[in-house]
């Protein structure tokens, strides 16, 4: 069983939508939480960085984290063509290094005009 | 402000030869990550280096692979006598601070590395 499990799609939704991406994981030592985007032949970009459990907004996007059923979510609200991309969930924990992160497979998300 | 920098973008290398990708890190950074994306598959973390050290290689296959950061240049991953298997996206990231710190990592654009 993988450590982080995440659909890879693809997901293909209309433009004005409300986007839902998941993650799930098993190990209850994770801590920091991370929504990375990537374009295609791009690096991963940075979108949510969230630590333990709650809700955090930024514009369009919002990150929720359940640590009781460990689970994360990322929703986009007025979903746009520019965000067709591929979403990575990735998380860490403080006794291996906040920055070795474990990713999740990534979802290939397409949004149609 | 440059970001991580990374180069080749592309590479390709018939297999037996040996491959090295360069990573400069943002100004300032001292610490450095690489990451390794096979096709269809996550990132998963390789190695982290601070200057001059090897903190963490505990994701780097066992033989044939080897990785730097020196005082002064970019960080390089060296990949000898390379396999087939060895094709993929590898990514590099910096942060300021050390992994015990609450700092997301932020990655180039990669390299990738096509093995004929």
């Known amino acids: 069983q993988k450590e982080v499990e995440q659909d890879p799609g693809p997901l293909s939704v209309p433009e004005g939508a409300i986007v839902s991406l998941n993650c799930t994981y098993s190990?209850?030592?994770?801590?920091?939480f991370m929504w990375y985007r990537q374009y295609s032949r791009k690096g991963p970009e940075l979108l949510m960085y969230?630590?333990?459990?709650g809700n955090k907004e930024d514009g369009r996007f919002t990150a929720q984290v359940d640590k009781s059923s460990k689970y994360i979510s990322l929703f986009i609200r007025d979903s746009q063509p520019s965000d067709s991309a591929t979403y990575l969930c990735?998380?860490?924990?403080?006794?291996?290094?906040?920055?070795?992160?474990?990713f999740g497979q990534g979802t290939r998300l397409t949004i149609n005009p | 402000n440059a970001g991580v920098m990374q180069n080749p973008r592309h590479l390709v290398r018939r297999r037996g030869q040996e491959a090295r990708l360069r990573c400069s890190p943002v100004?300032?950074?001292?610490?450095v990550y690489w990451y390794r994306q096979l096709p269809e598959e996550g990132l998963k973390f390789m190695v982290y280096?601070?200057?001059?050290?090897?903190?963490?290689e505990s994701g780097m296959p066992k033989e044939r692979f080897s990785a730097e950061f020196p005082k002064e240049g970019p960080s390089i991953l060296r990949i000898q006598q390379v396999v087939r298997g060895d094709s993929a996206a590898y990514f590099c990231?910096?942060?300021?601070?050390?992994?015990?710190?609450?700092?997301?990592?932020?990655f180039g654009n990669g390299t990738r590395l096509t093995v004929t």
């Open positions: 990231a910096s942060s300021p601070l050390g992994q015990g710190y609450n700092s997301p990592l932020h």
């Open positions: 190990n209850s030592a994770f801590q920091y």
């Open positions: 969230t630590y333990s459990s």
């Open positions: 990735a998380m860490s924990h403080p006794f291996q290094g906040a920055q070795k992160l474990v």
């Open positions: 100004k300032g950074h001292s610490h």
């Open positions: 280096l601070q200057k001059e050290n090897i903190i963490d």
